[in-house]
């Protein structure tokens, strides 16, 4: 299992969700936990899927989910699990 961090945040517009997770199901990533909030119209989700069943890189997967992003309005970064737990370290 390969597990990545990634997180969706802008504000609230129909359909954020379903175009995250289209992309990721035609991606072949697993979602492995989802969190989403709403607070004052800003949506904030966090996703930790599985990318082992994956066949593009990470780095194509990182900068494709930011287009995405993008086109869709909200920002959307994506990190491997290691670089993460590493970066929010106490």
Do not use: P, W
């Not at 359909?15 to 997770?21: L, R």
């Not at 993460?84 to 106490?90: A, T």
């Amino acid at each position: 299992m390969e597990k990545t961090i990634i997180t969706v945040v802008g504000k609230d517009t129909v359909g954020i969700i379903a175009k995250v997770c289209t992309y990721l199901a035609e991606s072949k990533v697993n979602i492995l936990d989802i969190s989403q909030t709403i607070v004052s119209g800003y949506f904030n989700m966090m996703m930790i899927v599985d990318t082992g069943a994956m066949t593009k890189m990470h780095g194509d997967l990182a900068d494709e989910l930011k287009a995405l992003g993008e086109e869709i309005g909200v920002v959307i970064k994506c990190q491997k699990e290691e670089i993460f737990d590493k970066m929010h370290r106490i």
